[in-house]
């Protein structure tokens, strides 16, 4: 982060910094654009469908894990390019079908990467192609309900409505940090069961069984703040609501203790909401912050494929 704080300055009363990075084999401006919230940055000069150098890899590691989310604006790449550049950064992980081992929706295209999921509501020869259609999507980390979840999501919008469809963040880093006294000592040491039953969009996948306890649900158990391998720091890791179970605990009790969490968690202050436009790409850390997205007109398109970065087991 100080390699890009060295050039610090404000431009039109807007908080801007630039680096100088090669990029294409010819040395460039990195223009980065902080956001008025809590998290998130706008990278502009990078062309992503191009390799990128080390340094300037390095560069956006290092403001990725200050500001949890990079927006790149105006990007025209090929699954195998956003597949390129999310190898840039380490290993990529599969998607979750691939994850829980669950099939395909019907319509997606046969020749899709396995670790491409498509996020759409368009249908062919009316079979959906791709998840999550045009309703709402609760507040989650994604793939949470793995022993290893992913560390990162890469986002790229292709198609979008002309409304809706906007994508909430938050940060986890400063949820934990501003939890009141009494919270943070209810939680300290204590873990949650991460369920797989329902998706963000809180439909329950046929294959896991309704269960009136969630106790005796399924799913991985994760520590309820974990340590960020990266920057060191901590933060509240919750998943998703649905199915959650603090273990050790009376359900009552851990309902009530989930309930508390949730509703500080959520607070406008710890967010962000970005609007898409056709040709963003977002890039989001799993590990410290939550993402939810607002329903949108079923009668327009909504198309988006997403990369994830391997992570690493919470602690």
Not at 168 to 190: S, T
Not at 221 to 235: D, E, F, M, N, V
Request: net charge neutral; hydrophobic share 35%.
């Amino acid at each position: 982060m100080d390699r890009l704080r060295r050039n610090a300055r404000r431009i039109n009363g807007d908080p801007k910094m630039n680096t100088d990075t090669m990029h294409g084999g010819k040395q460039s401006t990195l223009d980065i654009r902080l956001i008025n919230a809590p998290l998130g940055v706008e990278i502009r000069g990078l062309d992503l469908s191009q390799p990128i150098d080390r340094d300037t890899v390095a560069a956006l590691r290092d403001i990725w894990h200050e500001r949890l989310i990079l927006l790149f604006r105006g990007q025209s790449l090929s699954d195998e390019q956003q597949l390129a550049f999310t190898r840039q950064f380490g290993p990529t992980e599969l998607g979750p079908n691939n994850l829980l081992k669950r099939p395909h929706v019907a319509g997606r295209p046969p020749d899709t990467p396995p670790e491409i999921a498509i996020i759409s509501n368009i249908q062919a020869d009316g079979k959906p192609i791709g998840e999550l259609g045009d309703g709402e999507a609760a507040w989650h980390t994604d793939s949470n309900f793995v022993e290893v979840p992913p560390a990162a999501s890469i986002l790229r919008g292709i198609e979008v409505p002309p409304s809706g469809g906007d994508t909430g963040f938050l940060n986890m880093y400063l949820a934990l940090e501003a939890m009141p006294a009494d919270l943070r000592a209810a939680i300290e040491g204590k873990s949650a069961k991460h369920d797989p039953t329902f998706s963000s969009g809180g439909e329950r996948r046929p294959e896991y069984a309704h269960l009136n306890d969630v106790s005796q649900g399924p799913g991985p158990i994760h520590p309820l703040i974990r340590t960020h391998a990266g920057s060191g720091r901590k933060a509240l890791f919750l998943g998703r609501r649905a199915g959650s179970y603090i273990t050790g605990l009376p359900v009552a009790e851990s309902e009530a203790l989930l309930d508390r969490l949730w509703e500080h968690a959520t607070q406008q202050v710890f967010s962000w909401h970005h609007q898409w436009r056709a040709g963003d790409v977002v890039m989001w850390d799993n590990r410290c912050s939550m993402h939810r997205r607002d329903s949108f007109d079923g009668r327009y398109r909504r198309l988006m494929r997403r990369t994830q970065l391997s992570g690493d087991r919470p602690v």
